[in-house]
């Protein structure tokens, strides 16, 4: 399983950018798709997830209101809309794929950079 994140850059303070996810899996829709992001000094946190039909998502109290995560199961690919960005999420963005077998398969993204400047 790979997975190609793209869409970062730099914005301004109450812009938006869209993030994508391109797996490359025949089985897709089996994997629960979520995003990390890691800001300098700090650990990796949790952004967002969505389940494998794409009906259930979760967020930490940080982004909720302002990110939203969808997935396309056709195209095998995850997009995370950010708006109303600001300063504190400035960090490098991270996709996984999850899969539960007898063991949890995961595996993650390269990352794209997000830069938001005041």
């Known amino acids: 399983v790979q997975l190609q994140a793209s869409g970062g850059g730099a914005v301004q303070a109450g812009g938006s950018l869209r993030l994508s996810c391109a797996v490359s899996t025949r089985t897709f829709s089996n994997y629960v798709i979520g995003w990390f992001r890691q800001a300098p000094g700090k650990e990796r946190e949790f952004v967002a997830g969505i389940n494998r039909s794409g009906s259930g998502s979760r967020y930490p109290d940080s982004v909720k209101g302002r990110f939203t995560i969808s997935r396309d199961n056709a195209n095998n690919t995850v997009y995370l809309q950010m708006n109303s960005l600001n300063p504190d999420d400035t960090a490098v963005y991270y996709c996984?794929?999850?899969?539960?077998?007898?063991?949890?398969?995961?595996?993650w993204g390269q990352g794209t950079l997000v830069t938001v400047s005041s």
């Open positions: 996984y794929a999850q899969r539960k077998g007898w063991t949890i398969y995961l595996y």
